[in-house]
């Protein structure tokens, strides 16, 4: 029975970027963000405004069987394309990793000082 899906974004290179050097660094599984960040962005019914600049670069994952069925859907049903709708979910997911990346970073050096 087949779970998974491959599927080709493409997405801002600034999303590309920043995702590749926190998934080396190991702070993130890039498939397993990607797939959460689309299904919150999916549940929340917004529709993608985003419109992708020519400065894009291709990112292949394997995402649940299912998730790539709704974005489809989605895609049709909005005119867009996923990659669209992936950059708009990914722009919302982002910056709220980062914030919890900083509270860490902010936790571990406040933890450092009371030593």
Known sequence: MLTTAEI???LPSSITNLLMDYA???D????????NSLREYLSLG???ITSLSNNTV???LRLPWLLVLKLWW?????????SQIAAEA???SIPIFLDEI????????ELSQEE
């Open 8 to 10: 080709t974004l493409d």
């Open 74 to 82: 989605n895609a049709q049903r909005n005119s867009c394309t996923i």
């Open 46 to 48: 917004s529709n993608p």
């Open 102 to 109: 900083q509270a860490q970073e902010d936790y571990r050096l």
């Open 90 to 92: 990914l722009g919302f």
């Open 28 to 35: 993130i599984e890039l498939e397993k963000f990607v797939s």
């Open 58 to 60: 291709t990112l292949i």
């Open 24 to 26: 080396l660094n190991g």
